[in-house]
């Protein structure tokens, strides 16, 4: 088991920055792939970015990619979800999750645990 709580959500104007924390207890973070996915009221949940185990590799949706980062640090058992150049159609609720398998995934099912996510809202 792995237990996920987000932190760092909150109102920011457009074109500022958040950095969202995913803080993970239980088994060893580390041998866990990482991803962020984010909800907005009436749409699916979507693919963010996600990180490996290492965090050596990263991978990025298209709409966030070069405006956000991903990192970890695993002797905190710590993501986070670096946020620059917000615009008002990022707003959702983010949540951080982990993957027991190999590789990054796009998909939410290949997913084993969940945070219960934190709210951004970015005003125009």
């Known amino acids: 088991q792995v237990q996920l709580v987000e932190s760092g959500g909150g109102l920011v104007q457009a074109g500022g920055s958040l950095r969202l924390s995913c803080a993970a207890s239980?088994?060893?973070?580390?041998?866990?792939?990482m991803g962020w996915f984010r909800q907005a009221p009436g749409q699916e949940r979507e693919f963010v970015g996600g990180i490996s185990w290492s965090g050596s590799s990263a991978d990025y949706a298209d709409s966030v990619k070069g405006r956000f980062t991903i990192s970890r640090d695993n002797a905190k058992n710590t993501m986070y979800l670096q946020m620059n150049s917000l615009k008002p159609e990022d707003t959702a609720v983010y949540s951080c999750a982990a993957k027991a398998t190999a590789g990054i995934s796009w998909s939410p099912t290949h997913y084993n645990y969940w945070g219960r996510g934190t709210q951004v809202t970015v005003s125009s």
């Open positions: 239980g088994r060893t973070f580390s041998s866990y792939n």
